[in-house]
């Protein structure tokens, strides 16, 4: 199972950057999807996630009213639309599948992406 990550790069505060992660098996098609990031020198932390059928999701604080975490069964892909970014949301953004219902922790996810880098300048 391979996770493909995409979407990153440098922006402005305020600016909008919408993340990709194309999966190459149609079997996680059930799993919990999942976005974490991490910044430089910090630990990985989780930024939200998207039940099977997209019917709930769930946010870290910090970016709750300005994330929006999607998904496309179809195409086995997942998205993180970032909005009002802010400098603070620098970090190398991976994404992941989880076989649970409910996933937040590292540890309830078996796959994971290459990261994808996310600049932003103030």
């Known amino acids: 199972v391979q996770l493909q990550a995409s979407g990153g790069g440098l922006v402005q505060a305020g600016g909008s950057l919408r993340l990709s992660c194309a999966a190459s098996v149609r079997a996680l098609s059930t799993a919990t999807r999942g976005w974490f990031r991490q910044a430089l020198g910090k630990e990985r932390e989780f930024v939200a996630a998207?039940?099977?059928?997209?019917?709930?999701?769930d946010y870290a604080e910090s970016v709750k009213g300005r994330f929006t975490i999607s998904r496309d069964n179809a195409k086995n892909t997942w998205y993180l639309q970032m909005n009002s970014l802010k400098p603070e949301d620098t970090a190398v953004y991976y994404c992941?599948?989880?076989?649970?219902?409910?996933?937040?922790?590292?540890?309830?996810?078996?796959?994971w992406g290459q990261g994808t880098q996310v600049t932003v300048s103030s």
């Open positions: 998207i039940s099977w059928n997209g019917g709930s999701t």
């Open positions: 992941a599948a989880s076989a649970l219902i409910s996933a937040r922790r590292k540890s309830d996810y078996a796959y």
